[in-house]
């Protein structure tokens, strides 16, 4: 079955440095998602991806972020700057397109910052 | 500091019982509506869908069922089952929504004894 895979499963990283988190979503899916999630609490929408631009970002995803699909296949989530707050799991997710909402998510990269 | 995280409710249930966990949603336009399942340390996984022109969807195992009058959704195990443990999210979805993204509800965990 096609899944959402994502690099690194883990990664630390010290506050100031930036950060580049790796997702491949599902082959004929067409947008494309970074969620995250602080340890207990909910998952979190970051922002959309369709059609090679955003679509909807929420107010986390502030000029530290931003997300590229560099080729046919990556999407990627860079934080330019990270902070101690942005210690997290990032999702990213996919889902076919419209009339289907389902989205499907990848195993989630947690996120360190000291 | 350390945050603190949201105390999530818990459901107990006994190995075979019957399971129904609770949500409740927010936005009266939301026409979409998904169930996930997360294990410990993974990403949320789709478990089943419902869309607002439907009361009631039966998947294996699995019942859900929208009131629109209250902005209820429910989701039914039946014979829960030990690997049934995790933490189950509603989210919705509204149509028109430029960025197809999910909003997330705040997660119930399910634990069965066995």
């Known amino acids: 079955e096609p899944e959402v895979t994502q690099t690194p499963s883990h990664q630390v990283t010290q506050m100031g440095q930036e950060v580049i988190l790796r997702c491949v979503p599902i082959s004929n899916h067409l947008y494309f998602y970074w969620y995250r999630q602080i340890l207990g609490q909910k998952v979190e929408f970051l922002v959309s991806?369709?059609?090679?631009?955003?679509?909807?970002k929420s107010e986390i995803f502030d000029d530290q972020f931003s997300v590229e699909r560099p080729d046919g296949s990556n999407f990627t989530l860079k934080i330019r700057s990270t902070k101690l707050e942005d210690s997290a799991m990032y999702f990213c997710a996919s889902s076919a397109g419209t009339g289907d909402e389902k989205l499907f998510f990848g195993s989630g990269t947690q996120l360190s910052v000291l | 500091g350390e945050s603190v995280g949201l105390h999530l409710p818990t459901l107990s249930v006994q190995e075979g019982d019957n399971s129904i966990i609770n949500c409740a949603y927010s936005n009266s336009a939301s026409d979409y509506f998904i169930w996930y399942k997360q294990e410990s340390g993974k990403g949320p996984q789709f478990i089943i869908d419902?869309?607002?022109?439907?009361d009631k969807r039966q998947g294996q195992r699995v019942t859900v069922l929208l009131n629109k009058t209250v902005k209820h959704l429910s989701l039914q195990i039946a014979a829960t089952q030990p690997g049934d443990s995790a933490v189950y999210f509603c989210?919705?979805?509204?149509?028109?929504?430029?960025?197809?993204?999910?909003?997330f509800g705040g997660g119930t965990r399910l634990m069965v004894k066995p």
């Open positions: 419902i869309r607002s022109n439907m």
């Open positions: 989210a919705e979805n509204m149509r028109g929504n430029a960025g197809n993204m999910l909003t």
């Open positions: 991806f369709y059609n090679n631009e955003i679509s909807e």
